[in-house]
């Protein structure tokens, strides 16, 4: 089979080596890609969201399936417009992906389906927004309704900072994504990352992750798309994800069929483990990114047989996925200054000495090849992954490739990947 995947991050880099490993993959092809992606598929340089060239390129070339990796394609509705040319595409279509890029139409199917979340308010007017808010509790939640790149939600402390940032949301703080003001009461307790793959009726189950958010060691500093990830995740046992499968993700699949919006690919759950169960933080409708770096590695299964009876409607007939016992850590490396101004075009040296230590694998997230030299081209810049048979020894592994193998001075990583779980 021709495959094409679209995307650029360390995710992609992952689904591509996975890919790469199915014996029914005889050609995989990836825009735009990075200098790690290179290496395992041919690169075709069109942005992820640029999506008349990605229709172009399809048109011509033909691929038996298209494979979305990030959020924004799926927004713009690039899986509607490859199937109405007739290809055969993994993601969900623009007014299913509605469960990441618009968090009141979440919070509604939640409220409809009674799916347990947090208790929430929806609002366009700041008097009103104002108004609710008085009714809660501190810390406050506020969230942009709509894609913010992660950096759509705040959790103001005091009354009077939840008021002045509810004037930023709506004075235009994240453009046409904060019209819209979601305000939530704060849930308390541990998070995870559940993943399920669904084909509109049926779900699949994988396995969860838990991620990093904040920049710096003990959840210090900015929020960032994630700076590391581990898998298992001790918090999300075989209970919670029985329960977790049977609230929150099939009633999920249950209420898109029934309200006319079938979700097909990836459901991506973030979820807050309170004393009460498991409850729904926020759903997105892809892999995460760093948590599928960790969930590749674990999967032993060819990952392409699932995604086409995923596409086809056939996931009830799909054997479910084997996985590595072993645990998975994952530690990105970011370039200084992320997730603020940061440099690019430095040199890393190193990647290949990492890659031949026992059980480490390291993805490129923001890389250009330059002849045989691999640059900084981004924010988040590497996935240094190791498994072991304990959390300690992948975690001990990871740190080594990066103390011992990789050599960039331009780049920081946090030092308490999954320190949590020790
Ligand atoms: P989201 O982008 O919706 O996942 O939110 C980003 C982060 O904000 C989450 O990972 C949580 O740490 C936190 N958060 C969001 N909603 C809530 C909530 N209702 N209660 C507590 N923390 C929350
Ligand atoms: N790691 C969180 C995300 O991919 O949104």
Redesign the pocket.
Known sequence: MKVLLIGSGGREHALAWKLAQSPMVDELICAPGNAGIAEVADIVPIAADDILSLLALVQRDQHDLVVVGPEQPLALGLVDMLQDMGVKVFGPTQAAAQLESS?AFTKDLCDRYNIPT?AYGVFTDLAEAKAYLKTMTPPY?L?ADGLAA?K??V?PGTLKEAEAELEEFFSGKFGDASAKVVI????HGE?ASFFAICDGKTAMPLIAAQDH?RAFDDDKGP?TGGMGAYSPAPVFDDKALKTVMKTIIQPTLDGMAKDGVPFTGVLFA?L?MTKDGPKL??YNARFGDPECQVLMRRLQSDLLPILIAAEVGDLENCPAPKWSKDPVVNVVLAAKGYPGKYAKGSEIKGITAANEMEGVVVFHAGTKADSAKVLANGGRVLNVTAQGKTVKAAVDLAYQAIDEAIDWPDGFCRRDIAKSAL
């Open positions: 968090k947090a939640v969230k992660g759509g939600v959790l939530e009461e704060f849930m998070e958010k929020n973030g807050m933080i926020e």
